[in-house]
């Protein structure tokens, strides 16, 4: 499947596997293509920066959100194929979904257990409390009408995910109508 021009949502809570994935998606890729890593775009923001899972940041996230779908918007019309690997969740969709453009939402989920057990060895700067994550896997377990949109990973090898993404991307199963 040719996949320029389309913008891919792939998201999921912390510890999901969302950066390898995508990562393999961008460097597999038949097409131009480009990964945008939404964390990046918090860490623009230099000064005045409200840790981004708390409910005060809020109007900060809209901003980001706004500002990333921009980006994958210009991407997209200059012919790439966009991953977009964050946690945008189905409260953040909005400014996606208003792009004329093809979108696919795709939203790996990992059992709790083993979404804390990656964040905390990743290390670094990361997310590795066990709170924010246990909260952000709740929010992705609530989803209503976008419970297709769900690729269970609890087990799967990186290439077992990726495989499955691989294999929704090309029958669009996962793809994102405007009215979903």
């Known amino acids: 499947m040719d996949l320029s021009g389309h913008i891919l949502i ?6 999901s596997g969302k950066s390898t994935t995508a990562a393999s998606l961008v460097a597999n890729s038949e097409v131009p293509a480009v990964h945008l890593h ?8 230099k000064n005045g ?17 706004d500002v990333l779908a921009g980006a994958a918007e210009r991407y997209a019309k200059g012919n790439f194929f966009v991953v977009v690997d964050g946690i945008i969740g189905p409260w953040f969709l909005d400014p996606f979904r208003s792009l004329s453009l ?6 790996l989920r990992p059992i709790l257990s083993e979404a804390i057990a990656r964040c905390q ?8 409390d066990q ?5 952000l896997h709740r929010q992705f ?19 077992e995910t990726l495989e499955a993404v691989q294999t929704v991307l ?7 109508n405007p009215v979903d």
């Open 170 to 176: 090309a029958d669009g199963t996962h793809r994102l």
């Open 10 to 15: 792939l998201t999921g809570p912390p510890g």
């Open 38 to 45: 939404s964390d990046d775009f918090w860490h623009y923001i």
């Open 131 to 135: 709170g924010p994550i246990s909260e």
């Open 121 to 128: 060895r990743r290390g670094g700067n990361t997310l590795s």
């Open 102 to 107: 093809p979108l696919h939402y795709i939203i």
């Open 49 to 65: 920066l409200i840790q981004p899972y708390l409910p005060e940041a809020h109007a900060q996230n809209k901003t980001v959100i």
């Open 141 to 159: 377990s609530a989803l209503d009408g976008l419970k297709r949109h769900v690729i269970e990973t609890a087990g799967q090898s990186r290439e």
